[in-house]
T-cell receptor, first 111, second 113 residues
Framework: NAGVTQTPKFQVLKTGQSMTLQCAQD?????MYWYRQDPGMGLRLIYY???????DKGEVPNGYNVSRLNKREFSLRLESAAPSQTSVYFC??????????FGSGTRLTVV | DQQVKQNSPSLSVQEGRISILNCDYT??????FLWYKKYPAEGPTFLIS?????DKNEDGRFTVFLNKSAKHLSLHIVPSQPGDSAVYFC????????????FGQGTRLTINP
């Protein structure tokens, strides 16, 4: 998934621990998104950022915070991880006609 | 409230035959629809899209049909190939440019040799 880089690819956390998922793009797009993918639930929007310095809640924002410090980077933070946050997290940027370009994902397990 | 629904979690098709994946939506404000394909351990990738001003869009082996009155779209893959085995997501947006896409639950397609 050239253009959108997510780190880390895998992470195991204990309940209550915090972590930040990083996303960076080199495609110079304004809009960036964080989704989570769960079995039977599809992809659900957590937070999005229409431009540098702005963020808005999506469908499932509880337990998460985001930061869009510059045009290139959009981070997702779990302040106190819970088992319900075990999921695969995808960052995406928005492109005309083709919808989104996604990163390769972060697989997070909270034990 | 699931605005975009893919009611078939899985589909198995013989190689060379047609695969038909279905998607229903409830929000009449949606007017741009997309299909994404996802392989394990990768992010979804764009496959094909359709605007509500059309009822069909083709790209090689892939054709998307839109029935606005029924709020239904389908993806046809002909002929199906083993490399088509993946999870397919349909998505919808009220605007072209695809701000804040709403996704379905996904359908796992398996192509059998």
């Amino acid at each position: 998934n050239a253009g959108v880089t997510q780190t880390p690819k895998f992470q195991v956390l204990k309940t209550g621990q915090s972590m930040t998922l990083q996303c960076a793009q080199d495609m110079n797009h304004n809009s960036m998104y964080w989704y989570r993918q769960d079995p039977g639930m599809g992809l659900r929007l957590i937070y999005y950022s229409a431009s540098e310095g702005t963020t808005d809640k999506g469908e499932v924002p509880n337990g998460y915070n985001v930061s869009r410090l510059n045009k290139r980077e959009f981070s997702l933070r779990l302040e106190s991880a819970a088992p319900s946050q075990t999921s695969v997290y995808f960052c995406a940027i928005s492109r005309t006609f083709e919808g989104y370009t996604f990163g390769s994902g972060t697989r997070l397990t909270v034990v | 409230d699931q605005q975009v629904k893919q009611n078939s979690p899985s589909l198995s098709v013989q190689e060379g035959r047609i695969s038909i994946l279905n998607c229903d939506y409830t929000n009449s404000m949606f007017d741009y629809f997309l299909w994404y394909k996802k392989y394990p351990a990768e992010g979804p990738t764009f496959l094909i899209s359709i605007s509500s001003i059309k009822d069909k869009n083709e790209d090689g082996r892939f054709t998307v049909f839109l029935n606005k009155s029924a709020k239904h779209l389908s993806l046809h893959i002909v002929p199906s190939q083993p490399g088509d085995s993946a999870v397919y997501f349909c998505a919808a947006s009220p605007l072209q440019g695809a701000q804040k896409l709403v996704f379905g639950q996904g359908t796992r397609l398996t192509i059998n040799p």
